[in-house]
């Protein structure tokens, strides 16, 4: 058995090693040569090209603005939220759980194209009815900002930055805020003395870790931020790549290694701060009772506003997009607009056979993606969690080397690392960087199923002379059920709206459902944009749903009745 497990770990290895290390190795390597094809001919001058770039002071200043600023809005905002959630006395709190999750169903670059539709400074549909019911000389509102950049990347955050803060909030200790009130201390002292710093730890992780998205973030900045001329590090590579008469492959490996080196030392900091929160622990054996605060007067006017974040998360992007492809241009609702809807938006896309194509590929990368990167993961899974040997660690860390990859930056290595293989240019090249780049969203599902499984399960399998494959089959993957499931809808999602990898690895012929609505945000066509959209959605929407259903028929020790010509109806249990 220990020989089994050793060949399996160092298997392992070696897979996950191809996938996560060797991009990067190649992303090094590809910063120090001239092009795609001069490997081996080092050079700095790619560099000094970056560095010394009149451009990058600006853009620097930018970036620092646009991650700080979205991570700390998000952040308060999910403190705000998980503090009414946990804490008060707030009517409808199930509201919660769909602010958490619901924004994920959406991908990033409809979210951003919807507020483009209603604020941008031309024909945006909210700022052309506020000029025309008040008269105004101008536009009240520019979403080609760095502060609408900041609202837009930070509501795309929100959920990420509260499920880290919502369970810690919720198991906090209320006994220290009422000693605190019990020596006169006022709410706002209690909150900045006692409650802020005791959840230190969850605020720091959250913090963090939305400064890491919003450093890998491309969707808000290239539908936002190039409009308004206003570039932070992951659209100057994209520029470099895709918007330049020759792309220079080289340079944008040098901007990339220094988006890699601030990404992995942010993430080095956020697992610092949560292997040291069992320091600031509130929760022990003495005993625990949450309290509840009543907000009395205050309860339906923070009520309002939750369902008002609510509709900022969930219905506004889905209502805008909606609308806009139903209309042959942007214009204010009213009874022209109305007057002028149809569905010729719709028909246009689902004949246009590059918008086909790009929903085959998005649905194969998703479908095919996310089972294999699943099925990588219960493997990786079973290693870390059933096999304590120092291979396992090792296996543990290159698995989760990929959690601190920018989208755009480690596309840009795959572009290295494939250029020389029939991978190249192909639908296969966006299938393995997605699984390389997403593998910790699976395995960590994963994990916490496989802790819940004991040993004695897979012994006693094995003692009956099963072979691993065989115990495998039959009695560790039916058990694994609720997180293959938890898994795959993860892997599926995130493959089927993936847009910083495609814009880099695409090719015409391999383009995705991103990346076309991308294109059709660059030439305006947002009426097409929109339909494609809706399209998304649904079927994303769909593929969870099937799944969700697939796994609960699935779930083991449930016993079904299932009928079948010609015998008699029995009772079957999972295995």
């Known amino acids: 058995m220990e020989k ?11 897979i996950v090693s191809l996938l996560t290390v060797a991009p990067v190795v190649m992303l090094v390597i590809g910063s120090f040569s001239n092009n795609l094809h001069s490997f081996g001919n080092f050079t700095l001058k790619k560099y000094v090209a970056v560095y010394t770039d009149p451009m990058l002071i600006d853009i620097l200043w930018d970036t620092v603005a646009f991650v700080l600023g979205s991570a700390l809005f998000a952040t308060v905002l999910a403190i705000f939220l998980a503090y009414l959630n946990n804490r008060t006395d707030i009517p409808f709190k199930f509201l919660f759980k769909i602010v958490s999750v619901m924004p994920m169903m959406i991908p990033h670059v409809l979210f951003a194209v919807s507020w483009a539709l209603l604020l941008n400074p031309t024909n945006g549909i909210l700022n052309m009815w506020l000029t025309r ?4 000389p101008k536009a009240p509102f520019n979403i080609y900002t760095i502060p609408g950049m900041i609202v837009v990347e930070g509501l795309l955050d929100l959920p990420i930055a509260y499920l880290i803060i919502s ?36 605020i720091m992780a959250s913090f963090i870790l939305c400064v890491v998205r919003a450093l890998a973030s491309f969707a808000v900045p290239s539908v936002l931020g190039m409009p308004g001329r206003i570039y932070v590090l992951s659209t100057f590579i994209y520029r470099v790549v895709s918007m330049s008469l020759i792309a220079d492959y080289g340079k944008a490996a040098a901007i990339g290694m220094s988006i890699l080196a601030i990404s992995i030392s942010l993430i080095y900091v956020y697992r610092y701060y949560t292997r040291a929160s069992d320091k600031f622990v509130t929760v022990s054996s003495r005993g625990f009772k949450p309290s509840v605060v009543e907000l009395r007067k205050g309860r339906i006017p923070l009520f309002i506003i939750v369902l008002f974040i609510s509709a900022l998360l969930i219905l506004l992007p889905v209502v805008v997009l909606f609308y806009t492809s139903l209309v042959p241009y942007v214009m204010v609702p009213g009874a022209k607009a109305f007057a002028a809807m149809s569905w010729d938006n719709w028909k246009t896309v689902i004949k246009d056979p590059v918008s086909i194509r790009s929903l085959k590929n998005s649905l194969f990368l998703g ?24 291979a396992a660690g090792f296996l543990e860390s290159i698995s989760f080397l990929s959690f601190s990859f920018p989208g755009i930056v480690i596309g840009i290595g795959f572009m290295w690392y494939f250029v020389r293989t029939p991978l190249y240019a192909t639908i296969w090249a966006l299938f393995f960087g997605y699984i390389a780049t997403y593998l910790p969203y699976g395995i960590r599902p994963m994990t916490s199923a496989f802790i819940q499984i004991h040993g004695s399960l897979e012994e006693s399998s094995l003692v009956c002379g099963a072979s691993f494959a065989t115990t495998l089959r039959r009695i560790v993957l039916p058990l694994l059920v609720p997180g293959f499931v938890s898994s795959w809808i993860l892997l599926a999602t995130m493959f089927f709206r993936e847009l910083s990898i495609s814009v880099v690895l ?55 009745e299932k009928k079948r010509v010609g015998i008699k109806p029995k009772l079957k249990a999972a295995v």
């Open 4 to 14: 089994r497990n050793a060949r399996l770990t160092y298997s392992l290895i070696v």
């Open 133 to 136: 019911l008040f008269a105004l």
């Open 167 to 202: 369970p810690a909030m919720g198991s906090f200790d209320a006994t220290l805020e009422e000693s605190s009130r019990v020596f006169k201390a006022g709410p706002l002292k209690t909150l900045f003395r006692i409650t802020l710093p005791v959840l230190r730890p969850a």
């Open 367 to 390: 479908v095919a993606g996310a089972t294999v990167g699943s099925f990588l993961s219960v493997l990786v899974a079973y290693v870390i969690v059933k096999v304590k040997t120092k």
């Open 506 to 560: 695409s090719r015409p012929g391999t383009e995705t459902l991103a990346v076309q609505i991308l294109r059709f945000s660059e030439d305006g066509q947002w009426g097409r944009l929109s339909a494609l959209g809706l399209i998304m959605i649904f079927v994303s929407t769909a593929m969870v749903l099937v799944v969700n259903a697939l796994g609960s028929y699935f779930k083991p020790g449930e016993v079904r």
